[in-house]
């Protein structure tokens, strides 16, 4: 059987808000966007770096419940300067015979993180988009 690697879900446009070189490496995203992401603690995610043009691989890890802090912690702090906004994108291995019907999770942020819209990702819903 063959596998792709598709597009699970995406944090769209969220503003980073601390950068931390001496912390671990990673990514702390409040519990909430995760959740409804659908990305666990630990999770490989990508982010790309909108405002500078970077992109990177690191681990999501839970923030608090309440924040809507999103910090990149470790070296990757070097790529972003808090204010940048990025997208974090995780992914999955789906069997050929399950991607054509598979849509990912797009959430949608403020510039203040708080979630704005959750819809399927596709090209069809970012046509009808730009036609508004």
Same mark, same amino acid.
């Given at each position: ?43 490989? +995610?990508?982010?790309? !770096?909108?405002?500078?043009?970077? *992109?990177? @691989? ?5 923030? %608090? /419940? &309440? ?41 949608? +942020?403020?510039?203040? !993180?708080?979630?704005?819209?959750? *819809?399927? @990702? ?5 046509? %009808? /988009? &730009?036609?508004?």
């Amino acid at each position: 059987m063959h596998y792709r690697k598709m597009l699970k879900s995406k944090i769209h446009r969220a503003c980073v808000t601390h950068a931390n070189l001496d912390y671990e490496g990673s990514i702390t995203i409040p519990s909430e966007l995760l959740k409804i992401a659908n990305i666990l603690p630990y999770e490989a +995610v990508n982010i790309w !770096n909108v405002t500078a043009g970077t *992109r990177f @691989e690191t681990y999501a890890i839970e923030g %608090l /419940a &309440d924040s809507s802090d999103i910090c990149i912690n470790g070296a990757a702090a070097h790529l972003v300067t808090p204010g940048d906004i990025i997208i974090i994108a995780s992914f999955i291995q789906l069997a050929d015979d399950k991607c054509q019907n598979f849509m990912p999770t797009a959430v949608f +942020v403020d510039r203040k !993180n708080n979630i704005i819209e959750i *819809r399927p @990702e596709s090209a069809i819903f970012n046509k %009808l /988009a &730009d036609l508004n």
